[in-house]
T-cell receptor
Framework: RKEVEQDPGPFNVPEGATVAFNCTYS??????FFWYRQDCRKEPKLLMS???SGNEDGRFTAQLNRASQYISLLIRDSKLSDSATYLC??????????FGAGTILRVKS | ETGVTQTPRHLVMGMTNKKSLKCEQH?????MYWYKQSAKKPLELMFV???????ENNSVPSRFSPECPNSSHLFLHLHTLQPEDSALYLC??????????????FGPGTRLTVL
């Protein structure tokens, strides 16, 4: 079983749509959780951290369910500029980050 | 603009060559990392340096040899590589010890092709 599993997509959505990505992780001792974004041929960049209470940053909402070992990212009112690969990332002991393979989002006009 | 730079951006080498990748961070961080990113695979952590000491070697073949001379610089020395080593090699840095730490800042990567 992969440590971090994501649906690879691609998710093809029209502008203005709401889209949700899911991620599951296998290590119940994982300490922290993040979503990173990686544009084509660019390096990954932190999008947002994920907290048990859920957190929101503008059009982006992240949720964590520790009992189910499940993380989600919701994007509302999708923009063309949201097209990218979204990486689910967990942090294990020793600040070691474990990355999922990513979910591809394509927003089309 | 990223505070982490990598050179070269592209590298083509034969299996008998020796080359080095360089990474420099200007963020005052105390940890640096090498990752490998192959097509359609997750980023794979290769090495971690914390306070210039190697703290993680993720079962990486000995043909990859890291070096961290100071907290701002990280090298990856390559020798007798195989074609399957062709990938994007990403360097990252972070500040360990901060509450909520986990954000790593990545360089633009070196696209390596082994012929």
């Amino acid at each position: 079983r992969k440590e971090v599993e994501q649906d690879p997509g691609p998710f093809n959505v029209p502008e203005g749509a709401t889209v949700a990505f899911n991620c599951t992780y296998s290590n119940s001792a994982s300490q922290s959780f993040f979503w990173y974004r990686q544009d084509c041929r660019k390096e990954p960049k932190l999008l947002m951290s994920v907290y048990s209470s859920g957190n929101e940053d503008g059009r982006f909402t992240a949720q964590l369910n520790r009992a189910s070992q499940y993380i989600s990212l919701l994007i509302r009112d999708s923009k063309l500029s949201d097209s990218a690969t979204y990486l689910c990332v967990i942090m294990e002991y020793g600040n070691k980050l474990v990355f999922g393979a990513g979910t591809i989002l394509r927003v089309k006009s | 603009e990223t505070g982490v730079t990598q050179t070269p951006r592209h590298l083509v080498m034969g299996m008998t060559n020796k080359k080095s990748l360089k990474c420099e961070q200007h963020l005052g961080h105390n940890a640096m990392y090498w990752y490998k990113q192959s097509a359609k695979k997750p980023l794979e952590l290769m090495f971690v340096y914390s306070l210039e000491e190697r703290v993680e070697n993720n079962s990486v073949p000995s043909r990859f040899s890291p070096e961290c001379p100071n907290s701002s610089h990280l090298f990856l020395h390559l020798h007798t590589l195989q074609p399957e080593d062709s990938a994007l090699y990403l360097c990252a840095s972070s500040h360990l010890g901060l509450a909520g730490g986990g954000e790593q800042f990545f360089g633009p990567g070196t696209r390596l092709t082994v012929l």
